[in-house]
């Protein structure tokens, strides 16, 4: 069951870009989400995952957040999870990962959370 992810850019607010995530976070997609964050990370400090459409996440994918939330940091920035679905919610849950993470129901609540200053929206 290879299921693909994809990626996309949803809002960019100064120094903070949203990406959609959808599908299978796992063992065969993982680096999907670690190549684009990585990517983001150059040009942003701060990275709004919004996760409503992942469905399914295994152990690689929560590693790779958590690695991505390192690079986030040492970039001066945030890794901010987004509406992760209810067996995503319980992995963070269960491991304790959520903890670590600022999570946010809706993409409205994590901009009103993490304001940007600069530049309007230009999804």
Do not use: K, Y
């Not at 960019?12 to 993982?30: C, E, F, N, S």
């Not at 690695?67 to 040492?74: E, F, K, M, V």
């Amino acid at each position: 069951m290879n299921t693909l992810l994809h990626v996309e850019v949803a809002d960019t607010r100064g120094q903070t870009r949203a990406l959609t995530v959808a599908g299978d976070l796992d063992l065969d997609t993982a680096w999907v989400l670690e190549r684009t964050v990585d990517e983001v990370l150059n040009d942003h400090r701060t990275v709004l995952l919004d996760l409503t459409a992942v469905t399914f996440c295994d152990s690689s994918g929560l590693n790779t957040l958590i690695r991505l939330r390192r690079r986030a940091q040492d970039v001066g920035g945030q890794l901010v999870l987004v509406a992760p679905p209810p067996q995503m919610m319980r992995l963070l849950t269960i491991t304790g990962a959520g903890n670590v993470f600022p999570i946010h129901g809706s993409l409205t609540e994590a901009w009103q959370a993490h304001p940007a200053s600069g530049t309007p929206p230009t999804a």
